[in-house]
């Protein structure tokens, strides 16, 4: 089972980035993946997760300025960030919400992609 993050940038306060989650050796078609993020010293935040059938679900905190997808035919999940703000600086992860509720922290499977939101 792998999870790799990619996309994370300096940008500037309302400008948008796209991270990428690739996934390979489960059922990713299947599975529900979620992001969350954190910053130094504090847990994690999760920011959204996106079901196999396409539900999707977000954090109060990045309602209306993100956006979650998933390409099950390249085995991706897409995290789209608009408007960005100082505060959403953080290290972003993706992970399989399954594994999530059963324990795994978000960071089993790698060092995510760093955001930084900063003028």
């Known amino acids: 089972v792998n999870l790799v993050t990619t996309g994370g940038d300096l940008v500037q306060p309302g400008g948008s980035l796209r991270l990428s989650c690739a996934g390979s050796g489960f059922d990713f078609g299947s599975s529900a993946i979620a992001w969350a993020r954190r910053t130094p010293g504090k847990e994690f935040e999760w920011v959204s997760t996106?079901?196999?059938?396409?539900?999707?679900y977000y954090a109060d905190a990045v309602k209306g300025r993100f956006s979650i997808s998933r390409d099950n035919a390249k085995n991706m999940v897409y995290l789209q960030m608009n408007n960005l703000k100082p505060e959403d600086t953080a290290d972003y992860f993706c992970?399989?919400?399954?594994?999530?509720?059963?324990?795994?922290?978000?960071?089993?499977w790698g060092q995510g992609t760093q955001v930084n939101v900063s003028a």
């Open positions: 992970a399989i919400e399954a594994l999530v509720k059963l324990g795994y922290d978000y960071d089993f």
């Open positions: 996106i079901y196999s059938g396409g539900g999707e």
